[in-house]
């Protein structure tokens, strides 16, 4: 699968992965940080989360046009920059004040507009190396490893976050209770009820320092506040130090891919060819184009629940400890010897010689091995906590991009590989399964609006989230990547940036309605958000499948 790449894909991939995870590790506790820093009910917490991942998401709409006049490499080299100032704006404690809220946003716009001068562009350069008919045919395969790497970067961020997280608690004789801080806003806001009052005073009790446990609730609820989300902000740095690798990454390599760097009007200016089209066959294409953007809003506003909806899920209504085999699940290290043994698995199939295969298959037991030994160790039950389900999604993406890669390339041998907007179409209709998962995990559930923020007394078990997410990742191999490869591949010359800006344009617009259920979080049954997800999937899966044809005619030319 890595044979016959260019080495400025591995580049690249690596340069993102840095990027992502310090992106990925501020995001895993952010919706956390917002509620329990400012006590902000779901609504208002969800609305502020989606505008910022809408923004992320729409600003390469600004940098692809930049690009298009002044060149990509320029673009994410500032981006990164940028990024690195909103990080770091981010990271400083505050008071949950007026300017505590005015710094927030102002680094959340920092890291949006970082993000779009860097991650649309970084992505047209790795299209660009595949315009080389030496390496064209390789395009798809290209992106699900590109989008492999990001997801490892993304994998490893949830562990990191908690363990900052805990680190920092720690040392402040605290441990990380779900309810606390709800409970500690209610406590101070003067809205607790004594039946919630009695359960903080429960929970302060539970707390390994003797002298917070013995402090006047009022207190200890405003220093497990100020300390739970200092501890954030720490996970909140972490994106500095992986932005500074990301641009190490890029420097060091550049020779690789500076190829690729070249828009069209520097492809002009150095006589280099450029493919000409038809003001009819730039119309069809970028009608095309926009079409598959429509239809995959409704995939992103469905699937970017991980941060908001499912982690709420996660908190409030799924048990906090994992037993049994499911542990091995919330251990980091465990899930990257078990991804990597996919590669290595694979690499006793596709060697060519007999000691590659021993050697592959060697390696492959020895981590098996490692990861049940690390798993021997492990505590039974295992306390867990709500964002390391994040992890699950990046996990399976770096799992399952091999196995995709070769069903799709053994389909491709025959001639039966289907076209990347049929991916997309089905993509749809998988995440509505994922959705269907949630709904029976949701049945004779309490509503968030009758549990008053505290957790719910019959939690579901872990499989719940865990299947979800494994669903939804195999909708998100289905769409994305293979998205990103169609608009590289499909885009006039002449607007590239901008059409891979408008595919962010859609996602940005799906990540604005992700705030759908965090709106209506507390005024329908909790079952009825998953149901209005999966039929919005299903409706857009339909719609998909209908524009078929019209897409197809287009993109031939």
Not at 507 to 529: C, D, R
Request: with cysteine; net charge positive.
């Amino acid at each position: 699968m890595f044979k016959g790449q260019p080495k400025g894909l591995f580049a690249l991939a690596l340069a993102n992965t840095g990027e992502r995870f310090g992106y990925y590790t501020m995001l895993a506790i952010f919706m956390l940080f917002l509620q329990a820093k400012f006590g902000w009910e779901q609504a208002l917490s969800s609305q502020v989360y989606s505008i910022f991942l809408a923004l992320v998401y729409f600003m390469p709409v600004v940098g692809g046009i930049l690009a298009d006049k002044i060149g990509y490499g320029k673009c994410v080299v500032t981006g990164i920059c940028v990024m690195f100032a909103g990080y770091l704006a981010l990271s400083i404690p505050t008071g949950a004040n007026t300017l505590g809220v005015v710094l927030m946003l102002g680094a959340l716009l920092l890291i949006s507009v970082g993000t779009g001068l860097f991650k649309g562009n970084l992505q047209v350069m790795v299209g660009n190396l595949y315009d080389d008919p030496k390496y064209s045919s390789k395009r798809d395969a290209a992106f699900s490893l590109f989008y492999m790497a990001i997801n490892i970067g993304a994998m490893f961020a949830p562990s990191a976050a908690t363990a900052i997280t805990n680190r920092f608690m720690g040392k402040a004789g605290l441990i990380y209770k779900a309810d606390i801080p709800a409970l500690a806003h209610q406590l101070l806001g003067g809205t607790i009820t004594p039946d919630n009052a009695a359960h903080l005073a429960e929970l302060q009790g539970q707390m390994p320092d003797a002298s917070v446990a013995a402090m006047a609730p009022a207190d200890f609820s405003a220093y497990y506040i100020e300390h739970l989300s200092s501890a954030y902000n720490m996970g909140f740095a972490v994106a500095c130090v992986s932005l500074i690798i990301s641009i190490a990454i890029y420097f060091a390599c550049r020779s690789w891919f500076k190829h690729g760097d070249v828009n069209a009007k520097q492809a002009a200016a150095a006589n280099a060819p450029v493919v000409e089209l038809t003001p009819k066959q730039t119309r069809e294409r970028i009608t095309a184009l926009i079409m598959v953007f429509a239809v995959v809003i409704f995939f992103w506003m469905a699937f970017h629940q991980n941060g908001q909806s499912l982690t709420w899920f996660a908190r409030d209504y799924t048990q906090s400890f994992a037993a049994g085999p499911v542990r091995m699940g919330f251990n980091i290290w465990i899930l990257a010897l078990i991804a990597v043994s996919i590669y290595t698995l694979f690499g006793i199939f596709q060697s060519e010689s007999r000691k590659s295969k021993l050697i592959c298959g060697v390696v492959t037991a020895l981590l098996w091995g490692g990861a049940y030994w690390i798993y021997t160790g492990m505590p039974n039950p295992l306390e867990i906590q709500p964002q390391l389900f994040q992890q699950f999604n990046p996990f399976y993406v770096v799992f399952l991009t091999p196995i995709s890669m070769a069903i799709f390339s053994a389909l491709g041998a025959k001639g039966k590989e289907p076209s990347a907007p049929v991916k997309i179409g089905l993509g749809m209709f998988v995440a509505a399964l994922g959705y269907l998962i949630m709904i029976f995990g949701s049945i004779g559930q309490a509503s968030p609006a009758e549990l008053q923020g505290t957790v719910s007394p019959d939690p579901v078990v872990p499989m719940y989230l865990i299947s979800t997410y494994l669903v939804l990742t195999f909708a998100e191999l289905l769409l994305s990547p293979m998205g990103i490869s169609f608009v590289t591949k499909v885009a006039p010359p002449k607007y590239k940036g901008l059409m891979m800006g408008l595919w962010f344009a859609s996602t940005a617009v799906g990540n604005y309605l992700s705030s759908i259920p965090g709106l209506l979080w507390k005024a329908v049954p909790l079952w009825a958000n998953w149901a209005i997800l999966m039929a919005l999937c299903v409706i857009a899966g339909g719609i998909m499948f209908a524009m078929m044809k019209k897409i197809n005619e287009a993109t031939a030319s």
